[in-house]
């Protein structure tokens, strides 16, 4: 959340311009990460990872139409205006692949998924009969739990950027 690609700024500029909020489609889900929560997940999978593991933090995830009702609830309402989705943008993120969900460790606020060390030995998957190539769900922003807009609003009120916005609008 606010860092580079964020659209919270981006609204939260567009409030302060006395404009209305641009969404692209506001059924798009993002996961909601803050700075403190992305170096959590560093400094985790420096002190535990092996050698090519893959670390991820469960996140809560927030429709763009929840997210953008949030800032407004927090910096005021200045209308919306449905955009449409950009070339390439996806309706929402994947954090794990199913292929990779099959291999990974759920660690609580993490997960691992090991290095893919399968080797070439078709045999062992044709002769023993290993079939499962994959879980049933990746993990996404459409799949983990989902922000209601009192949630949106605490976790954006945990990153310094909001906080320092709304320090002429109001006192936290």
Same mark, same amino acid.
Request: proline share 3%.
């Given at each position: 959340?606010?860092?580079?690609?964020?659209?919270?700024?981006l609204f939260i500029d567009q409030i302060h311009a006395k404009k209305p909020i641009t969404i692209t489609n506001p059924e798009m889900?993002?996961?909601?990460?803050?700075?403190?929560?992305?170096?959590?997940?560093?400094?985790?999978?420096?002190?535990?990872?092996?050698?090519g593991d893959l670390f991820i933090r469960k996140a809560d995830a927030s429709s763009i139409g929840d997210l953008a009702k949030g800032v407004q609830r927090l910096f005021g309402d200045t209308g919306t205006i449905i955009i449409g989705t950009?070339? %390439?943008?996806?309706?929402?993120?994947?954090?794990?692949?199913?292929e990779e969900r099959l291999r990974s460790e759920d660690l609580g606020l993490y997960?691992?998924?090991?290095?893919?060390d399968g080797d070439l030995n078709y045999d062992q998957y044709f002769i023993q009969g290993k079939v499962t190539t994959q879980a049933e769900e990746s993990y996404t922003s459409h799949n983990t739990?989902?922000?209601?807009?009192? %949630?949106?609003?605490e976790k954006m009120l945990t990153t310094d950027y909001v906080r320092e916005e709304l320090r002429g609008i109001r006192h936290f």
């Open positions: 959340m606010c860092s580079r690609g964020s659209v919270i700024p889900t993002r996961f909601m990460m803050n700075l403190d929560e992305a170096v959590d997940l560093v400094c985790y999978a420096f002190a535990h990872a092996h050698p950009r070339h %390439g943008e996806k309706l929402y993120e994947t954090l794990m692949t199913k997960f691992r998924i090991a290095a893919d739990k989902r922000l209601d807009i009192e %949630g949106i609003v």
